[in-house]
């Protein structure tokens, strides 16, 4: 089973609608969360970190759920600039700094 | 400011040469990552140079694979006796501290094939 998995899509959602990507991770001492965003052949960006009590920024809002080691990423009124690949990040351990990503979400908003 | 910077942006050699794959971080980046990414794969977590530390290899697939970084700053990666399977997008980052909170932020990468 891989550390964190993703369903890799492809999400073809029409402009102006919501959105959402669920991930899970295999590794319950997992500490830190992120969700990254890649545009076609180019790298990763962050696009949020992902805390225990849920963050927003603007249209986006992030969830961990410990319990069921899962986290989520919601996207509300998309637009046509959010089509990219969306990657979720697994956590560093303490003393370990090491990311495990996924393989990636790829979205499409469609006109 | 500048961003992370890698070169070569693209290379392609033969199989069983060696290559050398550069990486500039973030001035005053105390943390250096390498990664690669296979066509339609994650990234994969490669080595960890934090400060003066012994960097974490532990993500090197082979011993073909090295990595050193001179003075705190530039970092080579070396791949020698290159295969078929190292062909890949090689992604080098940096952060701040290292910390697990940080932000990593990631040079344009080195899209790397081998024939």
């Known amino acids: 089973r891989k550390e964190v998995e993703q369903d890799p899509g492809p999400f073809n959602v029409p402009e102006g609608a919501t959105v959402a990507f669920n991930c899970t991770y295999s590794?319950?001492?997992?500490?830190?969360f992120f969700w990254y965003r890649q545009d076609c052949r180019k790298e990763p960006k962050l696009l949020m970190s992902?805390?225990?009590s849920g963050n927003e920024d603007g249209r986006f809002t992030a969830q961990l759920n410990r319990a069921s080691q899962y986290i989520s990423l919601l996207i509300r009124d998309s637009k046509l600039s959010d089509s990219a690949t969306y990657l979720c990040?697994?956590?560093?351990?303490?003393?370990?700094?090491?990311?495990?990503f996924g393989t990636g979400t790829r979205l499409t908003i469609i006109p | 400011g500048a961003g992370v910077s890698q070169s070569p942006s693209n290379k392609v050699t033969e199989k069983g040469k060696d290559v050398e794959l550069r990486c500039d971080p973030i001035?005053?980046?105390?943390?250096l990552y390498w990664y690669r990414q296979s066509l339609g794969q994650g990234l994969e977590f490669l080595i960890y140079?934090?400060?003066?530390?012994?960097?974490?290899k532990s993500g090197l697939p082979s011993d073909r694979f090295s990595a050193e970084r001179t003075g705190g700053s530039v970092s080579t990666l070396t791949i020698q006796r290159t295969q078929q399977e190292d062909s890949a997008v090689y992604l080098c980052?940096?952060?701040?501290?290292?910390?697990?909170?940080?932000?990593?932020?990631f040079g344009p990468g080195t899209r790397l094939t081998v024939l």
């Open positions: 992902v805390y225990s």
């Open positions: 990040v697994g956590g560093a351990n303490f003393g370990n700094e090491k990311l495990t």
């Open positions: 001035s005053g980046h105390t943390a």
């Open positions: 590794n319950s001492a997992s500490q830190s």
């Open positions: 140079f934090q400060g003066n530390s012994a960097p974490d």
């Open positions: 980052a940096s952060s701040v501290y290292g910390a697990g909170t940080d932000t990593q932020y």
